[in-house]
C-alpha cells in the first residue's frame, strides 16, 4: 500500500512539472521585488512559480519558498539586491517544485530548509533533490537577529503538509498555496499530495485566528486578512456547492461546467482535482 501510494504521489509531482513547463516553459521567470515592511520582501513573478519572501535581520535571511531550480540565479540577483546577508534559513510552505525547487543549490551554501514532517515525506517519496533537514507537526520558532518567525501547521488543505510563516512583529503571514490571488488561481486541492477540500476551510480558520494585517499567497500579490477570509467563505461554498449537486444526482459535466463558470476553474483545475473531489464529497 505504501508503494502504492508514493507512485500516486510521484504521478501527480510529475502531471503538476509537465503542465508548468507546458504553459510557461522551461526558462527562468522574469522576478520583481514587492516591499512589504522595511525588512520584509516579495520576490514576485506572474502566475508561476511561487512568491518568494524574505525577511531581513541583523544576523542573515529568513526565507519562505524559492521557486524552482531554474530560478535560483535569478532569484538570488534579486535577493542581493536587498541585502547581501547569507540566508541561514528557507522554509518550504509544502513539497510542490515551485516552490522547493531552490532546495539544493541553498543546503550547499548551508542553508537550513525548514518545512513540515508531512511535505519531507512527499520530498522523498518524489525523490525531489534537497528534502529538508528540519520538520515539525504543529510549529516551531526561528529566531535570528533579534527578529522571530513561527512556521504553523493547521491541517490538510492544497496538500497535506502545507505551513503558514507567520511574522509576528510585522503582522504578516506567508501562506503558501493555502491561499492564491489573481484570474486563473482558484483553490487547487492536490488529491494525491494529501490535500482536502472539505478540510481547507477549517486550516485557513486555523491561520485566521493569527493577528495579522497582511497575507502573502503563494501565488499573487500581497493582499490584507479580510481578503483570506473572502477566500475561506468560497472555499466553504465550493465545498457545499459540490455537495448539493452531488445529492441531486448532477452528472459529472455539470459539476465541471459550475467549477468552471462559478469558482474560475481551469483545464489543469479539472484534470488534478474534479475526480477526488467528487470522491470525498459524496
Excluded at 548551508?110 to 515539525?136: C, D, F, H, I, W
Excluded at 507567520?166 to 503582522?171: G, K, L, N, V
Excluded at 499530495?193 to 495579522?212: H, I
Aim: aromatic share 8%.
Amino acid at each position: 500500500m505504501k508503494t502504492r501510494a508514493g507512485l500516486v504521489v510521484v504521478l501527480c509531482f510529475l502531471l503538476l512539472g509537465s503542465y508548468v513547463y507546458a504553459q510557461f516553459g522551461d526558462k527562468p521567470a522574469e522576478l520583481s521585488t514587492i516591499k512589504v515592511r522595511d525588512d520584509l520582501f516579495v520576490v514576485y513573478n506572474d502566475l508561476v512559480p511561487g512568491n518568494t519572501t524574505v525577511l531581513v535581520t541583523s544576523q542573515g535571511l529568513i526565507l519562505v519558498d524559492n521557486k524552482f531550480e531554474i530560478d535560483f540565479d535569478n532569484l538570488m540577483a534579486q535577493i542581493r539586491k536587498i541585502s547581501n546577508q547569507p540566508i541561514r534559513y528557507v522554509v518550504n510552505t509544502h513539497y510542490h517544485g515551485d516552490h522547493s525547487g531552490g532546495n539544493s543549490k541553498m543546503q550547499a551554501q548551508n542553508v537550513q530548509v525548514v518545512a513540515s514532517e508531512r511535505a519531507r515525506r512527499k520530498m522523498v517519496e518524489t525523490n525531489q533533490p534537497g528534502a529538508p533537514n528540519v520538520t515539525l507537526e504543529d510549529r516551531v520558532r526561528l529566531y535570528l537577529g533579534g527578529k522571530r518567525v513561527e512556521v504553523h501547521y493547521f491541517g490538510r488543505a492544497h496538500t497535506d503538509g502545507d505551513v503558514v510563516a507567520y511574522f509576528p512583529d510585522h503582522r504578516v503571514v506567508a501562506m503558501g498555496d493555502m491561499y492564491t490571488v489573481g484570474d486563473g488561481l482558484p483553490p487547487l486541492v492536490d488529491y494525491p499530495g494529501g490535500g482536502s477540500t472539505r478540510e481547507w476551510p477549517r486550516s485557513l480558520d486555523g491561520a485566521l485566528t493569527l493577528d495579522f494585517d497582511t497575507a502573502i499567497p503563494g501565488h499573487g500579490k500581497p493582499a490584507m486578512k479580510g481578503d483570506l477570509a473572502k477566500y475561506r467563505d468560497n472555499l466553504t461554498a465550493l465545498g457545499r456547492r459540490v455537495i448539493e449537486m452531488q445529492s441531486k444526482k448532477a452528472s459529472r459535466a455539470e459539476i465541471e461546467k459550475e467549477l468552471r463558470s462559478r469558482f474560475g476553474f481551469q483545464d489543469f483545475h479539472i484534470q488534478l482535482a474534479l475526480d477526488g473531489m467528487l470522491a470525498e464529497l459524496r
